[in-house]
Nanobody, 124 residues
Framework: QVQLVESGGGLVQAGGSLRLSCAAS????????MGWFRQAPGKGREFVAA????????SYADSVKGRFTISGDNAKNTLYLQMNTLKPEDTAVYYCAADRGWVAVTDAARPDYWGQGTQVTVSS
């Protein structure tokens, strides 16, 4: 199985940028479909972005399309989420996730493997 550890969260002003990282161990990310999810205070966990195991396909939530970019580095066995033009409503705990199936990493209820999360706070 794969273990996932997120990093890169923090406090940023609206309009700023952050890059989240998700370091994988135990298995290589090229074996999995990978995704990012987030959970804001008092809300359920929601899908943010996903990338296929080959890196050839990506998917984004409408709320982040054009601002966030998901990518993977197989050599470093790390998943990234570049977040630009951040808004206060992007404030949440961000989680990376892995699964063998593509549908699972676009459905917050379904991925088999999760990281512990990293806090992103965007001030207005």
């Amino acid at each position: 199985q794969v273990q996932l550890v997120e990093s890169g969260g923090g406090l940023v002003q609206a309009g700023g940028s952050l890059r989240l990282s998700c370091a994988a161990s135990g298995r290589t990310i090229s074996n999995y479909q990978m995704g990012w999810f987030r959970q804001a205070p008092g809300k359920g966990r929601e899908f943010v972005a996903a990338i296929s195991s080959s890196g050839g396909s990506t998917s984004y939530a409408d709320s982040v399309k054009g601002r966030f970019t998901i990518s993977g580095d197989n050599a470093k066995n790390t998943l990234y989420l570049q977040m630009n033009t951040l808004k206060p409503e992007d404030t949440a705990v961000y989680y990376c996730a892995a699964d063998r199936g593509w549908v699972a990493v676009t459905d917050a209820a379904r991925p088999d493997y999760w990281g512990q999360g990293t806090q992103v706070t965007v001030s207005s």
